[in-house]
């Protein structure tokens, strides 16, 4: 029961502590009734757990998905950001035929390259380097063209 405290104490996660206060509720003598109102759970839940805590103890209260493995390692991903950084900017197919050239990797989704540039600190949706409003030659020039259509 000492192992099952500090498992309780230290986790991060609710269902893990859900599944935890179920075994400790059962061993603390509650019914399956009040363990179902007050966790809101139901009686297979509690048996489930139960079972599992005394077949396989607090690790079989854990939590057995941890995720799928990403595409690129993350060694492969730091070089990536360096050679992002080291661009003005970069288009959205650039990065893919780098990515997929170098390392070999094609992402399912695009949110995955927008990302990738998110995280180096460009924009997808940015094509110029600069700010034209910040270049006063480029928005004289500008108003200019606009003033001669009117």
């Known amino acids: ?15 893990e502590l859900k599944r935890a206060m179920v075994v400790q509720m059962r061993q603390q003598g509650y019914s ?3 363990i179902e109102s007050l966790l809101q759970v139901s009686e297979s839940f509690i048996v489930k757990w139960q079972r599992l805590f005394q077949t396989q103890g607090v690790e ?3 939590l057995g ?10 060694r492969d991903k730091q070089a990536v ?3 992002l950084q080291q661009q003005d900017t970069c288009q ?9 050239a170098t390392y070999g990797v ?21 094509t110029q380097a600069r700010r034209p ?3 006063e030659a480029q928005v004289a020039q500008k108003n200019t063209r606009l003033w001669s259509y009117s």
């Open 81 to 83: 950001m360096e050679w």
């Open 92 to 100: 959205l197919e650039e990065l893919v035929t780098h990515i997929e």
């Open 1 to 15: 029961m000492d192992a099952l405290q500090q498992f309780i104490a230290t986790t991060n996660d609710a269902r």
């Open 32 to 34: 399956y009734a009040e």
């Open 65 to 74: 998905y941890w995720g799928t493995q990403g595409y690129l390692k993350p």
């Open 133 to 135: 409003q910040k270049d």
């Open 106 to 126: 094609v992402f399912q989704s695009k949110q995955s390259y927008y990302d990738l540039l998110h995280q180096a600190g460009l924009s997808w949706k940015k």
């Open 60 to 62: 079989g209260l854990k």
